[in-house]
């Protein structure tokens, strides 16, 4: 079991440049979510996607944030331009979900962006 | 607006001793909730969950209290370990909406020696 894998683990990057965060989830899992992890707010839901179909992006905090997941293996977090305020830990998670499914998420290891 | 909250941020236990984290939500429409733990560099993992139909979960040395009339849960870890110092998240979520979960901003346990 291979588990929820990102990439890259870590990124710097300079304010304004583009950030691509990347995401394969567990195989079989129909769900998909990103969230962000600061000190100030804990772990926000930003998207998640349900059979591969955004189904809730109303914690997307702009539009210079933005996810795709064109297959059910592979999902994308985009931020364009990038701000310092964008540093954080981001985290793709999936889950056998469903309407009334409380499956538990499974997170991966993240990827430490940093912003300068 | 936090949904739900962890408003210790840290908390030391002896090892052997019981840790005990809480948790607040505001949110009546929450009616599963769930306790994940977070060690440095890792995904947070599942740990217990709890179904609103509940008032208790236990699962080993971890047990979940539910207290729906003061929207509070707690998780209670006997006896406390080394191996357990990591962040507690507190997560609710609403049936029907699946795995989408509120988070807490967790506490950091510590179990000293």
């Known amino acids: 079991d291979a588990g929820v894998i990102q990439s890259p683990r870590h990124e710097v990057t300079e304010m304004g440049q583009e950030v691509t965060l990347r995401c394969k989830p567990i195989?079989?899992?129909?769900?998909l979510f990103w969230y962000r992890q600061t000190m100030m707010r804990g772990l926000e839901l930003l998207i998640y996607?349900?059979?591969?179909?955004?189904?809730?992006d109303s914690g997307m905090p702009e539009d210079r944030f933005s996810a795709k997941m064109p297959n059910a293996s592979f999902s994308t977090l985009k931020i364009q331009p990038s701000e310092p305020r964008d540093s954080a830990v981001y985290f793709c998670?999936?889950?056998?979900?469903?309407?009334?499914?409380?499956?538990?998420?499974?997170f991966g290891n993240g990827t430490r962006l940093t912003v300068t | 607006d936090q949904q739900v909250k962890q408003n210790s941020p840290s908390l030391s236990v002896q090892e052997g001793r019981i840790s005990i984290l809480n948790c607040d939500y505001t949110?009546?429409?929450?009616?599963?909730f769930l306790w994940y733990k977070k060690y440095p560099a890792e995904g947070p993992t599942f740990l217990i969950s709890?179904?609103?139909?509940?008032d208790k979960n236990e699962d080993g040395r971890f047990t979940v209290f539910l207290n729906k009339s003061a929207k509070h849960l707690s998780l209670h870890i006997v006896p406390s370990q080394p191996g357990d110092s990591a962040v507690y998240f507190c997560?609710?979520?609403?049936?029907?909406?699946?795995?989408?979960?509120?988070f807490g901003t967790g506490t950091r346990l510590q179990v000293t020696l």
């Open positions: 998670a999936s889950s056998l979900g469903g309407q009334g499914n409380n499956s538990p998420l499974h």
């Open positions: 195989s079989g899992h129909n769900s």
């Open positions: 996607f349900n059979n591969n179909v955004p189904i809730d």
């Open positions: 949110n009546s429409m929450f009616d599963y």
């Open positions: 709890i179904s609103s139909i509940k």
């Open positions: 997560a609710a979520a609403t049936t029907g909406t699946a795995s989408k979960l509120t």
